[in-house]
């Protein structure tokens, strides 16, 4: 892919499943990673091995790696994140939002509390992230890129996840919105919108036959996605590949988002 060799990236989120992914992707095409974790640095570790045996594989000497803590929700520890990533990595070229969290409960019983907890992660966090990191592009004339990790529940409906389905509807419009405020400076920003993707958040049926068995039959193309087929689109949407591409989300879904139910006709004669 164009253009990644030797930029600077930073993955939210980055210690396991999707970010994890995409922080290995980046490296396997040359670019500089920093690797966020929620609270200690050996939760990073495994995507760091993971880093270094894809750098030493591709024979990508000079890729760098570096480790920043943060709780995506928390404003200063944002701000200090993208402040270390700078501060480690020269500069930043590429942010992922790809920390990400759900909480499952029926509507009725879901507290402003844990309703809160959810946008705060996913949306609040995704935008303080892009406003610290956009304020870096300006300062230093970067053309830099922005991909946020959003969803198929930017567009459909999740009930029983309100908090959920509503951050990711409100990623949508960030992405779009942050487009145009900032496209005539050359600062794209994108979205990808996986559908059922194998990763631990979804430990209640991947590890589960029956349940798993129970997923694929609602995804058109019968399977579930791979981390590494979110990484892919991730890397071309930050690549010059996708130069002229902004406010845009690529769904990669297997199909999700094409109203399944439509597959037979049934609405008419
Ligand atoms: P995951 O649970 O493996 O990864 C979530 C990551 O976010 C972890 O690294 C976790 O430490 C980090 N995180 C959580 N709260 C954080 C916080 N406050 N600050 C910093 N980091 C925090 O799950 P995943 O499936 O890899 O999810 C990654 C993204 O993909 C999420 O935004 C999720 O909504 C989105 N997504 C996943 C699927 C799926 O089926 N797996 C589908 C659509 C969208």
Redesign the pocket.
């Given at each position: 892919m164009q253009g990644l060799k030797g930029k600077n990236v930073l993955v939210?989120?980055?210690?396991?499943?999707?970010?994890?992914a995409i922080a290995v992707r980046f490296a396997e095409y040359g670019a500089n990673v920093a690797i966020?974790?929620?609270k200690k640095p050996e939760?990073a570790e495994e995507t760091e091995e993971q880093v270094h045996s894809c750098v030493k594989r591709m024979q990508k000497h000079g890729v760098r790696d570096v480790l920043v803590g943060?709780?995506?929700?928390n404003e200063d520890e944002v701000v200090h994140m993208i402040e270390q990533t700078v501060e480690e990595l020269g500069s930043i070229d590429v942010l992922v939002n790809?920390?990400?969290?759900?909480i499952s409960r029926p509507t009725e019983e879901l507290s402003v509390a844990d309703f809160e907890k959810v946008l705060a992660?996913?949306l609040r966090?995704s935008f303080a992230c892009a406003r610290e990191a956009i304020k870096r592009f300006i300062a230093t004339d970067t053309p830099g890129a922005i991909i946020n990790?959003?969803?198929?529940?930017q567009r459909i409906p999740k009930p029983g996840y309100l908090g959920?389905s509503v951050s990711?509807g409100g990623m949508q419009n960030l992405t779009t919105t942050l487009a145009l405020e900032f496209a005539a400076r050359g600062i794209r920003v994108n979205s990808i919108?996986?559908?059922?993707?194998?990763?631990?958040?979804?430990r209640a049926w991947v590890d589960d036959p029956d349940k798993a068995e129970m997923v694929t039959s609602h995804i058109p193309m019968r399977r579930?996605?791979t981390?590494d087929e979110?990484a892919g689109v991730t890397c071309f949407l930050a690549s010059d590949d996708a130069a002229y591409i902004t406010g845009q989300t690529i769904f990669v879904d297997g199909g999700l988002t094409l109203y399944a139910d439509f597959r037979e006709p049934w609405s008419s004669e």
């Open positions: 939210t989120g980055g210690t396991s499943g999707i970010g994890q966020n974790y929620l939760e943060a709780d995506v929700s790809n920390a990400g969290i759900q992660v996913n966090g990790i959003s969803s198929v529940h959920y990711k919108g996986p559908g059922a993707t194998i990763t631990p958040i979804n579930a996605g981390a979110m």
